[in-house]
């Protein structure tokens, strides 16, 4: 069983996958970074060389390998629901949790993020509010769709979002650790 983290980019996914999994004594992957990985190259000159179209299929090929593997935590990248194949297979593998914030708070936690932002290309060449309403619009009803459950991570420390899904997912959850 896979547990996957979707939603816009600094919702927090990368930063709960890592704890969730400790909780649950799961492993826990990164799509972005394993992608980075497998090309040897960042995300943002994936999308320079191959442009969005590019990124989209290595980012699908990534997912579903790492979909197949058992007892994983999986913080997705924003953009991966986009593809009616990947929100299937999310869907197919497990629980999926939206983690919700609101166009203020993302773009809050993106404007600081100044490290993490130098490998994320922008989606839209908007400053960032902008791309941010524009984007979610579309991806919103998209992220409704594909989540399991929805878990509001507006002013919510990781390690608070981490036990509140292990709480809410404790009922489907197979019971023992891994080994
Ligand atoms: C993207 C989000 C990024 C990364 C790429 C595209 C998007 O992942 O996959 O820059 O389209 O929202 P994070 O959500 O982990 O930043």
Redesign the pocket.
Known sequence: MVITLIG???CG??SVAPRLAKRLGWDWA???IEIEKRCGAS?RDI?QHEGEAG?RTR?SEVLEDLLSQPQLVL?S????ILAKGNRQKMRAAGPVVWLQASIKTLARRLSGDGH?NQ???S?TGKPIHEEIAD?LAVREPLYRETASLIVDVEDTRPDLVAKRIQEALMPVLPQERKA
């Not at 990248?77 to 991966?80: E, P, Q, R």
């Open positions: 816009y980019r600094g996914k990368s990164d799509c972005d995300v999308f990124f980012e913080a990248g924003g953009g991966s993490a490998n994320r290309p989606l984007v």
